[in-house]
């Protein structure tokens, strides 16, 4: 079980020590998508949903829950963010929304940039659901990573 980082020698989970990591600049890009009814993705284009601004609230939203994210994940790190952008693209049936985080740090940055995603996507429900309650969140997923010893990620196309 040693070779799993977040496992000590008996099983039991522990957050790992990064005490001795040198600070690196690290960068994260997540991205997920809401898929919505017609009427809702007009009325949140429109700016006509009942609770205002939905996509304003939607951001800010998420970047209160990327600085959260050692609060909500068990075993991460809290982290001192450095930045935080959520924006959001309409596309045909919904609304992707994309997360950039980043910091210089000794520990990686991905679970914030999908936390701020995944919040968003939940306000953006939130906000719309008098109109559709059927709306579906998913595609959440890292994108791409910067920094630390493992370098540069990309998740691959399609």
Avoid: Q
Wanted: hydrophobic share 45%.
């Amino acid at each position: 079980m040693s070779d799993l980082t977040h496992l000590d020698e008996s099983g039991a989970a522990r957050m790992v020590n990064v005490g001795g990591k040198a600070a690196t600049e690290r960068l994260a890009v997540a991205s997920g998508l809401i898929t919505m009814s017609g009427a809702a993705l007009s009325a949140i284009r429109a700016g006509d949903a009942p609770k205002g601004d939905v996509l304003g609230t939607a951001r800010i939203a998420g970047i209160m829950a990327a600085k959260r994210t050692g609060d909500l994940i068990p075993l991460c790190h809290p982290l001192g963010l450095e930045a935080v952008a959520v924006d959001f693209v309409f596309e045909e049936s919904g609304i992707r929304a994309t997360s950039t985080a980043s910091l210089t740090g000794k520990t990686g940055i991905e679970m914030e940039a999908m936390v701020a995603v995944s919040t968003a996507l939940l306000t953006i429900y939130d906000m719309a659901k008098a109109i559709d309650k059927g709306m579906i969140i998913g595609e959440v997923r890292l994108i791409e990573k910067h920094g630390g010893k493992s370098g540069v990620w990309k998740a691959p196309a399609g």
